[in-house]
């Protein structure tokens, strides 16, 4: 798993470098980022010795002698693909303030706010300014939105007063990252199964039938279960991107290819997410030759495709089945129709022609229906972080689908029990 760590510019950076080498004999692959007062303190040098890796120091890296490039100005959005858990040690007052405020002004504040991962903050400053109202509102807004909080320690400051401030111990810090990436392994033990893509429906061998599909929320969704722990299989139509890491890739082309490789999959799988956009018709006969061109008009005959989603959630026998509705108008109803028609546990639903939502675009607009009633309406967020949203949901109707389980069979277990007296 990848951390970064974030080093702001505090007396007790020099302590990060230890940290470094604990987070590498924990397993993890260590990025350090840097900010622009953290140098003063401790060289970039130390850190990529002890990690291997090049420190990142600046949000646009070659900006000082004119050579910033595209490839460093978008570096923190790949970094932030990439990082499991962002955890900054030491953290400053003025970090914390903008972290708390939304600055993206360097590589650091605006990678915090790139990425989906899980964040920890380790403080350390003087004690004035760790007891600051100014630091302690900005400490709650971090915690409200889920930053977890290594509190400083009491002791002698390196500014020569005493009380809390002092950066916690390594092992403390070492703790909470161990249980904060447990929490977010809450996958574990899952094998999930999820179709991507559009599929291709040929006409003839040079044209065919397809859809806009990308393929970026499916690959999004296997990119995080994967992170979350999941054993994750993606079926995916033709797209331009690369298989997650973590993930077993499985190319179809057609959505009877695709119909063939999630039945072949699917007794296996405890969870499938369906993010396809599978062909709803396919050509009735595909000629063997290119069509010629000619001057009558000719008539293409369509047949319908199975609905892959609609056969595997009849039986499901305990599985978890999500759909997603591509939509176009009346959004909740159509999707309700769905979840029901399809015998979906939930149902995702976009409507595809919203700005900034739908077919090929990183963002989307979704609304997570779902057996229970409740409706979870998102607003405009990044594919990664709908994502995210969509395995939070299927984590809470999964604990309550086991709870269910876990009542009915002690049920049944009473009643034997009692009809045996
Ligand atoms: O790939 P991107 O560019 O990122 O775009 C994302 C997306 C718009 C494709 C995605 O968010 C989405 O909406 N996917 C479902 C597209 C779709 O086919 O929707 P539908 O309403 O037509 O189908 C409903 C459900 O049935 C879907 O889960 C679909 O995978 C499934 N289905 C449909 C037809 C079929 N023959 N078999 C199926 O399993």
Known sequence: MRITLGVTGGVAAYK?????????????????????????????????????????????????????????????IAVAQRTDLLLVAPATADILAKFARGIADDFLTTLYLASTAPVIVAPAMNVNMWNHAATQENIRLLRDRGVTVVTPDEGYLACGMIGPGRLAGQEEILAAVRSVLHAHRDLQGETVL???????????????????????????????????????????????????????????????????????????????????????????VSAGKKMKRGKEPIALQLESTTDILAEVARDKRGRLVVGFAAETDNVAENARKKLSAKNADLIVANDVTAEGAGFDVDTNIVTIFSRDGRDVALPKMTKAEVAQRILDEIVRVRAAQQKNAGELAEAFNAAIKESSH
Do not use: W
């Open 16 to 76: 990060a470098a230890e940290l470094v080498r604990r987070l590498q004999q924990d397993n993890f692959t260590v990025q350090v980022v840097m900010t622009r007062s953290a140098r003063e303190f401790i060289t970039p040098l130390t850190f990529a010795a002890l990690s291997g890796q090049k420190v990142i120091t600046d949000l646009f890296s070659g900006a000082e002698n004119g050579e910033a490039n595209l490839e460093s100005a978008i570096e923190h």
């Open 194 to 284: 999820i179709t991507a893509g559009p599929t291709c429906e040929d006409i003839d061998p040079v044209r065919y039938i397809t859809n806009r599909s990308s393929g970026k929320m499916g690959y999004a969704v296997a990119e995080a279960a994967a992170r979350r722990g999941a054993k994750v299989t993606l079926v995916s139509g033709p797209t331009a991107l690369e298989t997650p890491a973590g993930v077993t890739g499985i190319d179809v082309r057609t959505a009877a290819e695709m119909h063939a490789a999630v039945l072949a999959r699917f007794a296996q799988s405890s969870i499938v997410i369906m993010a396809a956009a599978v062909a709803d018709y396919r050509p009735a």
